[in-house]
């Protein structure tokens, strides 16, 4: 599958998300107000590849692609079901296992077992909630791993600034960056 250029991404981002009531850019729009109009919907929305399914399996290829290179041996995703999705299309494709980290009454618990010296992954659309990263954080030192990287559709303030960030759509507005830490992608 050929790797996915700006324009591809953002396309697909925008299918994805459950923002109903903004109205599609017009092919006037420049690049830049784009790229912030599709931020804007996944972090006030929330992207949905239940919505898209063969947008979340582009848009997972790619984020794994990006990933791969902090070499994980497991992927954690919180709760929320679209997290899920995405995170299984980017499981899949590093060929490791998929965590599920939720609340139980107060308790963090997962679904499955983070392996000690584990070099773990979070995978979500964009962090909106700096205690949910904190939380899967715990979750994987608490088996004795490290959390290596998040992997974001979109990059976002939130995110804590120790921990890599993997992005397809930073908020820097500049275009396509270069593989990286904290803001990696469309921008």
């Not at 109205?23 to 992207?47: F, I, M």
């Not at 618990?109 to 899967?136: H, K, Q």
């Not at 979109?154 to 507005?173: I, K, M, N, R």
């Amino acid at each position: 599958m050929p790797a996915l250029d700006a324009t591809a991404v953002l396309a697909l981002l925008r299918r994805g998300v459950q923002a109903a009531a903004t109205p599609s850019g017009s092919s006037h729009q420049e690049d830049a107000e784009e790229v912030e109009t599709v931020r804007q919907l996944v972090l006030n929305g929330k992207y949905s590849g239940l919505a898209d399914p063969a947008g979340a399996e582009q848009l997972g290829r790619a984020l794994a692609s990006r990933l791969a290179r902090t070499q994980p041996d497991v992927l954690l995703v919180w709760e929320d079901v679209e997290d899920v999705v995405l995170g299984y299309v980017v499981a899949r494709v590093l060929g490791v296992t998929m965590v599920r980290a939720y609340d139980a009454e107060g308790i963090v618990a997962c679904s499955g077992e983070i392996g000690r010296e584990a070099r773990a992954v979070a995978v979500t659309d964009s962090v909106r909630d700096p205690t949910v990263m904190r939380a899967l954080r715990s979750v994987v030192e608490r088996s004795g791993g490290e959390l290596v990287a998040i992997g974001t559709l979109v990059a976002s303030t939130l995110a804590p600034a120790d921990v890599e960030v993997v992005a397809l759509v930073d908020g820097g507005g500049e275009g396509m960056a270069a593989s990286g830490a904290q803001g990696t992608g469309v921008g």
